[in-house]
Each structure stands twice: as structure tokens, then as C-alpha cells.
């Protein structure tokens, strides 16, 4: 049992599969920079509950003048949610106001083909300050755009290198391919505050696709900005997996207004989620023509 909580704990700090076996049998790589980001998660938190407690102290001085706090200062002292953001959803909608609220690190968007989700991903970068959309085009000419980043910026250059070496050890295909290099150059990039990609799972296998989601789940815990995944893979999207740092928006195929989804069943949208999921295998089936007989 003693064993089976210190790997509990290990992972809890963001160590891969490899890196908890090689700290169990004596070798400590890895764990300096597992302390460090955990480090850096508590110093964020700190700094969030200083504010909170100065915003106690200044309500507290303007009470003792006989000045009571203004409209929403409590909630607001109160409140954990995250985020939130509100803007008139594109065609196919007929321009209703759609508000997402407490946007959480992880976001995953769904939806049938032709219901929106790619459209609702765009409109949410342009109405979330400093948003950055990473579309298919990522792929283009093997990737050439984010090997030039890579090219041009030594400090991302190493970012990437220590995720890739983390991803290899969760499990990723050993020859990483273009498609996770690019995904992992704009993951890494310090510039945008939000991250939206559009089917995060292209070209990448199985295996692969369960390591991007675990190191993404561990990176939401110290890199301080949202992602928003488009999906439709099981392995990146797995219904029972989902924790309280990950949402789902649904795009319904009728194209009534995106609609957040609880990953319970018989929660409403649950079954619509379901459906539109499938497994990597499946993806790949279906993305091929079928052959002449």
C-alpha cells in the first residue's frame, strides 16, 4: 500500500510512467523538475490568495469609514470560478448570445460533423484575449511552420524536447511525428493565453493520443491558460476520465447553442457526447476510402 501511494503521489506531481519507475528504484531524473513545477503551481496559488486577502482588508478599512462595499465585491471575493467569456454565435446559429462560463484549463468541444464546433473554436479565439486558434494547417508541409519556430528559439526548443522525452516515456510512439512536434511547439509557445486546436488527434496513434492527454492533464495544473480540444477520439475524450479541471461544450447536430455536458450518465447531452465519439482505429477506418472490390 505504501508503494502504491507513493506512485499515487508521483504522478500527482506530473512524472511520467518512466520517470515514477526509475525514482522508485533509487534514480531521482525527473523529480527536480516535478518539485519545481509543483513549486510554481503553490506560488500561483499563494499569490491568489494574498489578492484575495488584501481585497478582504481593503473592504474591511472602507467598512470601519462607513463605506460599504460596492456591487459584486463580495460575489467576486467569493468567487473560484474561472473565467468567462460571451459573443453571438456564427452561422450556422442564427446569431444568439452564447456566454461560457468558469472556463476550465482543459475544454473540449464536440460535435457531429457540420455542427458548428470548428466555427465555435474560431469565434472563441477572436472574443478570448490573447486566444491563438492552431487549425489543420499545423500539418502543412510536414509541420515546415513549427519547425521554424523551433529553429529560431533555443528556450522552446528545449520546452519541446522535454515534453517530447516526457510523451516517449507515457507511452507516445518512440518516432515522434510532425503532427505532436507541432502541437507541442504551440503548447509550449509562451505567447498565447489561450490555446484553441482543432482535432487535437489528427496523425497521431493511439498510444500517442493517451500520453498527449495525461501530459496535458498534468500540464493544466502550473501552465496558468485554458486549452480548448476539437475532438472526436475516445482516447483523447474519455468519458469516465474526466476530472473538475475539464469541461465539455457540446455543438448539438440541430445547431441549437453549444450546451456544457457533466460526464455522468444520463446527464443531458451525455448520450450526444457518446455518439460522436469514437476510438482511434475507428477514426483512422473511416478518414480512409473504402477499397473497390
Known sequence: MARAAEVVGLRALGLSLAEVARVLDGDPRGLGAALAAHETALGNQVHALVARLDKVRRLQSDLARGQLPGEGELASLLDRTGPGVGFELPWPWGAEWFELRDIRPVNYIIGSLGSGKTRLARRLAQ???????????????DGASAVALLNGDPDLESRVDQALAWLVDEGASAGASNALSALLVALESEAPHALIVDMIEQDLD?????ALITYLRHRAKTAGRPVFLLT???AILDLALVGPDEAI???PANHSPPTRVAPYPGAPGYEAV????????????VARSPETA
Open 274 to 285: 457518446a455518439t460522436c465519439l469514437a476510438s482511434p482505429e475507428v477514426r483512422a477506418r
Open 206 to 210: 493511439r498510444s500517442t493520443q493517451g
Open 127 to 141: 472574443s478570448l484575449e490573447g486566444a491563438v486558434f492552431l487549425g489543420l494547417d499545423r500539418l502543412d508541409n
Open 232 to 234: 472526436r477520439s475516445s
Open 249 to 251: 461544450i457540446l455543438c
